[in-house]
């Protein structure tokens, strides 16, 4: 098991003590990277106003002024702790705040640091100190663990936040996992970026057991995800599957080491970002587990009137990702999907270099899965016709009432 080491600012506002995270348990434990912290926080002077470039601290629940002016905020989510002044490493992240919500996703922040190692490789004047600088934003969907996403108004919630600060001018451009992000965009605002994508399969995780296969009758499976709960049950009815696993990738797996569920799933994208795949039992096959909509692949969003930004942007898009992220958000939105429909859908390009479409639909229980699958060019206007297309088969297939079963 990895463990966090610190290292405090030299204004010693901080007290921070590395401690691995106590997750283990009987047997066999997977890792999970963690720590605690205890902070001697201070009251900042107000931020003062400026002309024109704005330099945001954090923003959890108070500001600070900074010396020097930041040419790109990147916004990105996490839940508020204490505030204080740090600086911390872990063995993927490393990275100086001002101000620092200790509850933050790591996932979030690593995401938000592979944006800005990309923008500083790509652009020598944002390779200087300070020349960027990564705001995190509390949102509704991480200070709201206890009830299913469904159940407190969809996915909308991991980017709404962030969305605002977006357009308010706090941030200057704002880093999603896309399979966050809701079919519209707000006004106002673009998302002209999407990186490499990543591996976009689902990874097994369990303590005692190396396949879903495997698992005994009656067994508990923990999710938080309809997508795989429908699919899970639609091939394996004998098992039990827990909805409201929520929480981190370290949370879920602290969960499963202290024996709440017998297995997982987690995106194997993340546990990569994380340097986490150690804990991964198995990788499932894209025909096992049809994956979410832009599983995998991170957007990032700026104002439609900040062609600056748009021009930094533009160096990280990577068109053959976002070509296949637009098919599949052009399935979801003909199905009107959200955290309340089991739906999967997954565009890749084939050996021939066309598109390849498969989508997915569900019922909740898992009883019913309609498939369908389309091929065509490997071009924008014929690949929003096919995830529209499939999508249309798949609503008239389904009939009034599939996703309500």
Same mark, same amino acid.
């Given at each position: 098991? /990895?463990?966090?080491?610190?290292? !405090?600012?030299?204004?010693?506002?901080?007290?921070?003590? &590395?401690?691995?995270?106590?997750?283990?348990? &009987?047997?066999?434990?997977?890792?999970?990277?963690?720590?605690? $912290? %205890?902070?001697?926080?201070?009251?900042?002077?107000?931020?003062?106003?400026?002309?024109?470039?704005?330099?945001?601290?954090?923003?959890?629940?108070?500001?600070?002024?900074?010396?020097?002016?930041?040419?790109?905020?990147?916004?990105?989510?996490?839940? $508020?702790?204490?505030?204080?002044? !740090?600086?911390?490493?872990?063995?993927?992240?490393?990275?100086? *705040?001002?101000?620092?919500?200790?509850?933050? %996703?790591?996932?979030?922040?690593?995401?938000?640091?592979?944006?800005?190692?990309?923008?500083?490789?790509?652009?020598?004047?944002?390779?200087?100190?300070?020349?960027? /600088? +990564?705001?995190?934003?509390?949102?509704?969907?991480?200070?709201? #663990?206890?009830?299913?996403?469904? @159940?407190?108004?969809?996915?909308?919630? *991991?980017?709404?936040?962030?969305?605002?600060?977006?357009?308010?001018? @706090?941030?200057?451009?704002?880093?999603? %996992?896309?399979? @966050?992000?809701?079919?519209?965009?707000?006004?106002?605002?673009?998302?002209?970026?999407?990186?490499?994508?990543?591996?976009?399969?689902?990874?097994?995780?369990?303590?005692?057991?190396?396949?879903?296969?495997?698992?005994?009758?009656?067994?508990?499976?923990?999710?938080?995800?309809?997508?795989?709960?429908?699919?899970?049950?639609?091939?394996?009815?004998?098992?039990?599957?827990? /909805?409201?696993?929520?929480?981190?990738?370290?949370?879920?797996?602290?969960?499963?080491?202290?024996?709440?569920?017998?297995?997982?799933?987690?995106?194997?994208?993340?546990?990569?970002?994380?340097?986490?795949? /150690?804990?991964?039992?198995?990788?499932?096959? +894209?025909?096992?587990?049809?994956?979410?909509?832009?599983?995998?692949?991170?957007?990032?969003? $700026?104002?439609?009137?900040?062609?600056?930004?748009?021009?930094? #942007?533009?160096?990280?898009?990577?068109?053959?990702?976002? #070509?296949?992220?637009?098919?599949?958000? &052009? *399935? #979801?939105?003909?199905?009107?999907?959200? !955290?309340?429909?089991? +739906?999967?859908?997954?565009?890749?390009?084939?050996?021939?270099?066309?598109?390849?479409?498969?989508?997915?639909?569900?019922?909740?229980?898992?009883?019913?899965?309609?498939?369908?699958?389309?091929?065509?060019?490997?071009?924008?206007?014929?690949?929003?016709?096919?995830?529209?297309? &499939?999508?249309?088969?798949?609503?008239?297939?389904?009939?009034?009432?599939?996703?309500?079963?």
């Amino acid at each position: 098991m /990895e463990t966090l080491t610190s290292l !405090c600012a030299s204004r010693a506002l901080v007290s921070h003590t &590395a401690r691995p995270m106590p997750i283990s348990a &009987a047997g066999s434990s997977v890792s999970a990277k963690g720590y605690a $912290c %205890s902070i001697k926080s201070r009251a900042f002077p107000p931020r003062k106003q400026r002309a024109s470039v704005v330099k945001a601290a954090v923003a959890v629940e108070q500001q600070t002024e900074k010396p020097k002016v930041a040419l790109v905020r990147i916004g990105t989510r996490g839940r $508020c702790g204490v505030v204080g002044f !740090c600086c911390f490493s872990t063995s993927r992240i490393s990275a100086q *705040f001002d101000v620092i919500a200790f509850k933050e %996703s790591p996932l979030a922040l690593a995401q938000a640091h592979e944006t800005r190692e990309k923008l500083m490789a790509a652009h020598s004047e944002l390779a200087e100190e300070g020349a960027i /600088e +990564i705001v995190i934003i509390k949102t509704t969907g991480d200070k709201i #663990l206890s009830q299913p996403l469904a @159940d407190i108004g969809g996915k909308g919630l *991991f980017t709404k936040e962030i969305d605002e600060a977006l357009i308010n001018g @706090d941030i200057d451009i704002a880093v999603h %996992s896309m399979k @966050d992000v809701p079919t519209y965009l707000p006004e106002q605002t673009i998302l002209p970026c999407n990186m490499e994508r990543e591996d976009v399969r689902d990874a097994f995780i369990s303590l005692n057991a190396s396949s879903l296969a495997d698992l005994p009758a009656g067994s508990i499976i923990g999710t938080a995800s309809l997508r795989r709960k429908s699919q899970i049950l639609h091939r394996y009815p004998s098992l039990k599957v827990v /909805e409201n696993f929520r929480g981190n990738v370290q949370t879920r797996l602290r969960k499963l080491n202290e024996g709440v569920v017998h297995a997982t799933l987690l995106a194997l994208a993340g546990l990569r970002r994380l340097n986490m795949t /150690e804990n991964v039992t198995a990788t499932l096959s +894209i025909d096992d587990m049809l994956p979410a909509v832009a599983q995998g692949a991170i957007g990032i969003a $700026c104002r439609s009137n900040d062609d600056k930004m748009a021009e930094y #942007l533009a160096s990280l898009n990577h068109e053959e990702t976002r #070509l296949a992220v637009t098919c599949e958000r &052009a *399935f #979801l939105l003909t199905l009107d999907g959200s !955290c309340r429909t089991p +739906i999967a859908g997954y565009a890749s390009r084939d050996e021939n270099g066309d598109c390849l479409f498969k989508g997915l639909v569900a019922s909740p229980d898992g009883t019913r899965v309609l498939e369908t699958s389309r091929k065509g060019p490997y071009a924008i206007d014929d690949m929003i016709l096919m995830g529209k297309d &499939a999508g249309k088969e798949l609503l008239s297939r389904a009939g009034p009432g599939f996703f309500n079963s």
